[in-house]
């Protein structure tokens, strides 16, 4: 009896730290997402978002599908019960940190006093990226060999851009 207790005592420790190693190790470009998002909202003191696997799912299989039978053509994500952001891009490589960099140079447009755009121009993916009740973030990115673009995507919970409220 003394040796099942004990070994199911080393085995509990190395799963738990096992599992806790796991849960901290994130792949490069997870990493890289998850990085640049924090940045723009540290810049306006908006507390971190944390990585979500089921949110980076949803965006994979979403992206592979608009790779596979929509010509890496933007999704509709009007249905979504997240909040989104998609950049498609042509003949050139995206890295994860390029795309979230892409979206808040919208922040040139954003008048946080009044929560409002510049006239003519759109703000809304980047105060998705800093909406601060936005927790989790889950990306993905795939790419069309055949036409050389490329689509990002990224949702986030819960979701922003909530007229009328402003992002921080």
């Known amino acids: ?17 096992t ?4 849960e901290v190790a994130l792949p490069a470009a997870a990493t ?36 596979n039978n ?8 009007t249905a979504s019960n997240y909040g989104g952001n998609q950049l498609w891009s042509g003949g050139q ?3 994860p940190r390029m795309a979230v960099e892409e979206w808040v140079k919208e922040k040139n447009y954003y008048n ?3 929560n409002s755009c510049v006239p003519d121009h759109m703000c809304g993916v980047y105060t998705q990226v800093v909406w601060r009740k936005s927790l989790e973030l889950g990306c993905a990115q795939a790419s069309c060999a055949k036409d050389k673009t490329s689509l990002t995507l990224c949702f986030y919970n819960p979701p922003g851009n909530v007229v009328g409220e402003s992002p921080y």
């Open 1 to 17: 009896m003394f040796v099942v207790v004990a070994v199911l005592q080393v085995l509990s420790a190395f799963w738990g730290t």
């Open 19 to 22: 599992r806790a190693a796991a």
């Open 32 to 67: 890289e997402f998850l990085e640049a998002h924090n940045e723009a909202r540290a810049a306006v003191g908006v507390e971190p978002l944390k990585w979500s696997q089921k949110l980076a799912n949803a965006t994979s299989l979403l992206v592979r599908y608009q790779r």
């Open 70 to 77: 929509k010509g890496c053509n933007f999704a509709n994500l």
């Open 93 to 95: 490589t995206v890295t």
């Open 112 to 114: 946080h006093t009044n």
